[in-house]
């Protein structure tokens, strides 16, 4: 059974830190690009930031770059996101995604992310 599991969210001050932790099972994880989308009330999915199997390409979106970051251990079978610098903003649902060269694709639950003085 072929699971994503998201955990590491909840409700922080601006300017506080988080880490995002999605376990993966059921599925190869090694051989998938992983990433991390957000959804905000009212808005689109917008995509956080991209891994690929090795770690050897990353990406993120303009709206996070030198506060998030995202990793993966793959002996793990795990994909974090460390979000600094929070801010109001960044409230959001936050999912993982896993998707494989050949199209094969899942997704995680989500978790909430709320940011609040």
């Known amino acids: 059974q072929v699971q994503l599991v998201e955990s590491g969210g909840g409700s922080v001050q601006p300017g506080g830190s988080l880490r995002l932790s999605c376990a993966a099972s059921g599925f190869s994880f090694s051989v998938y690009t992983m990433r991390w989308y957000r959804q905000a009330p009212g808005k689109e999915r917008e995509l956080v930031a991209s891994i690929s199997t090795y770690g050897t390409s990353i990406s993120y979106a303009d709206s996070v770059k030198g506060r998030f970051t995202i990793s993966r251990d793959n002996a793990k079978n795990t994909v974090y996101l460390q979000m600094n610098s929070l801010k109001v903003e960044d409230t959001a649902v936050y999912s993982c995604?896993?998707?494989?060269?050949?199209?094969?694709?899942?997704w995680g639950q989500g978790t909430q992310v709320s940011v609040s003085s």
């Open positions: 995604y896993a998707r494989a060269d050949w199209g094969r694709d899942y």
